[in-house]
């Protein structure tokens, strides 16, 4: 059967102000207007990469609305399935994001309380929605807003189940939403529905309460739950500007552990939505060749690391440089510094 998207992602669309360069909140005067959100960061770096994407969304019905849309159109993904929400009190949700810059860490202030998000309902929607796409994504971010948007991820993802699609989950826990044991308890309900699932190491061991190393946490998830596939980022931050990426990809259909070299001492521009870059390479290469975890892994770490060197939440990687990243990554010797 046909579908008309290869993936649509349910979460919040968010407004990030930044001050320029590695000027301060507290003292700064000027702020970069930028859209972002994990969903739609994930959804965008599919789009770009050649798969045909959507984002599932509230929006308040007023000029920052159309701007946060018409910035989603410019990734090329779809708004078919943006809602607005034309009440007085609509809104957007705001993050203010500092670079950092050693010994000074990044800093984020998040102001999303009462947005518009959190009013989505699965009765904003034709019942056609869910027969539309082969996979469906969403976050533990999304889970954490309100009980209303639980209440709709949960449902949505039944749904889409249901019909046929697969269901990709980012566990994403973000301390300052909910707590370790709240998260637990609500993304371990929803496990049961889950065939693709994102999670590092470490929001492993404080989120789960797993224990041994890295595969073996890894492994455990699929004993437990028919997820068919797990990833998990290695990220080591040596300072705000140099980090080290890698990943790991398990296939409970195979039983196969999945991995490559890392990619070491990464100039960082802007770390914020490398992991959602990590996420759109992975699905991409699993929606592309389903097969093939170790191309989905390539192209996965090479899309996070390129994200790290770019200003902004979104990606701008086409499949083309990707692929010209990973050749060099695989290469040995001298390379030419720049291509002609």
């Keep these: 059967m046909n579908k008309s998207f ?29 859209v972002g959100g994990a969903e739609l960061n994930v959804v965008s770096g599919v789009s770009l990469l050649g798969l045909r994407t959507g984002i599932i969304s509230k929006l308040p019905a007023n000029d920052i609305g159309t701007y946060a849309k018409n910035r989603i159109r ?30 000074r860490k990044p800093g984020i202030v998040y102001d999303r309380m009462y947005t518009s998000i959190n009013k989505i309902a699965v009765s904003d929607f034709e019942e056609e929605l869910f027969a539309s796409t082969r996979c469906f994504h969403t976050s533990g971010i999304t889970l954490a807003l309100s009980s209303q948007c639980r ?27 909910w707590t370790g044991n709240e998260a637990r308890e609500c993304i371990e309900e929803i496990l049961p529905y889950v065939d693709i699932f994102f999670c590092s190491e470490d929001t492993a061991r404080l989120t789960f309460l797993k224990e041994g190393n890295a595969k073996s946490i890894m492994k455990s998830f699929t004993e437990t739950y028919p997820i068919s596939i797990v990833a ?32 070491r001492n990464i100039e960082v521009v ?56 990973i050749k060099a990554h695989k290469t040995v010797g001298p390379q030419l510094e720049m291509e002609r």
Aim: proline share 5%; glycine share 8%.
């Design 232 to 263: 998990s980022t290695q990220r080591i931050v040596h300072s705000p500007k140099v980090h080290t990426f890698g990943s790991v990809i398990y296939d409970a259909r195979k039983d196969t552990f999945y991995e490559e070299e890392p990619y």
């Design 151 to 177: 209440k709709t991820a949960v449902e949505m993802m039944k749904r889409f189940k249901e019909a046929g699609a697969l269901i990709s989950f980012d566990v994403n826990f973000r301390g300052n939403l």
């Design 74 to 103: 410019f990734c090329g993904v779809s708004d078919d399935y943006l809602v607005y929400d034309d009440s007085h009190d609509a809104r957007l949700g705001v993050y203010y994001y500092e670079n950092g810059a050693y010994p």
């Design 6 to 34: 290869d993936l649509l992602a349910l979460g919040e669309v968010l407004l990030r102000l930044s001050p320029p360069s590695n000027e301060r909140l507290v003292r700064g005067e000027t702020l970069q207007k930028q």
């Design 270 to 325: 802007d770390r914020i939505g490398s992991g959602d870059a990590y996420v759109s390479g992975v699905l991409y290469g699993l929606l592309s060749k389903p097969d093939d975890c170790q191309r989905a892994l390539e192209i996965g770490n090479a899309t996070s690391a390129v994200k790290n060197t770019i200003p902004g939440d979104l990606p701008s990687s086409d499949l083309r440089e990707i692929e010209t990243v």
